[in-house]
């Protein structure tokens, strides 16, 4: 694959020790991200999977500009195409494959699934297949977080289709009243499954809506992982400050079909341009040519840590593969909350 990139002065971020190890930490969970979803591709084609998996292939910038953004602590939501979003907050790959497969290991006893996932100890509240549902729960999460006092942060991704929705709007506009510590992100793919941006928005961008409920938006290059990073560190440090919430959109690209498999009866999109993405504005091949350029990493080290992250994702399938299902009775489990009323 070939990408061409100018050669650019080295950012302040990557600046030193700290500055090299976050840009290797940037490479590592966009690979994390990426090769576990190419591992899902295969497990769909083996017939391991129990469901039809979303893939954010082509989005992985976005999805880890943005969550290196937080801490481990702030909360985020995400929605049906979710399995970056915990990887990309740092969780650990063989319980989330476990749930994939629907196993007893996986970080929602194998309940949850594909379009369900969440996993408290990166924060991840969970996700849902149906659009724009998280929405109003990761605004929850900012009013909690404010009620405590706790400095917490909450993270809400959505799509261009879920960008028209009811509740976005409803949301935007309590949290902005109240100055809750949210940012709504904004991966704007194009797509609302078959239905293009340009004819479901009323406007070219989705940040343009921010003006409507008085808080700051942005629009940035979804493929370029550091100016997702700046954006949403920017949001985080407004919110966390008390400053209220942001808006982020980033323009990024849906490499596959909305679901892997999924074939749609009237092509609507050019399949020659989907193919040129590979090779123009895939996030991943875009960083390793500036990493290159910077001369942060070499070759062989980028390999390397493509070659660690690999072995990573192939122990995870075998964790997936080798764990149990869980029992019937498990059906019954985590139905009602718990409760600290007596009767």
Sequence with gaps: MTVSTEPTA???????????????????????VRLFEEATVALFHAGDLPAMV????????????????????????????????????????????????????????GKGGSMHLADFSV?????????????????????????????????????????????????MNIASIWRLPVVYFCE??????????????SVPDVSMRAAGYSMPGITVDGQDVLAVYRATAEAVARARAGDGPSLVEAKTYRFHEHAYGL?????????????SWFETVDPVQLFHARLLDWGLLSEAELSSLRDEVQSEVDAAVEFAKDSPHPPPEAAYADVYAPSEVSA
């Design 10 to 32: 080295l950012p302040a971020e990557f600046a030193g020790e700290q500055g090299r190890a976050l840009a290797t930490e940037m490479m590592r969970r966009m690979q994390r």
């Design 263 to 275: 074939v749609v009866p009237r092509p609507y999109r050019d399949q020659s341009v989907v193919d």
């Design 188 to 201: 704007n793919n194009g797509y609302a499954v078959s239905v293009t941006a340009s004819e479901s928005l």
């Design 123 to 171: 924060g991840s509240l969970g996700e849902s297949g149906i659009v724009g549902s998280a929405i109003p729960v990761a605004t929850g999460a900012g009013l909690a977080a404010q009620v405590k006092g706790s400095g917490q942060v909450a993270l809400c991704f959505f799509g261009d289709g879920a960008a028209s929705e009811g509740v976005l709007h409803e949301s």
């Design 54 to 109: 979303h893939l954010s292939i082509g989005q992985e910038a976005a999805v880890v500009g943005a969550c290196l953004a937080t801490e481990t602590s702030d909360y985020m939501t995400g929605n049906h195409r979710s399995h970056g979003h915990p990887i990309a907050k740092g969780a650990q790959l063989d319980a989330l494959m476990a749930e994939l497969l629907g196993k007893a290991t996986g970080v929602c006893g």
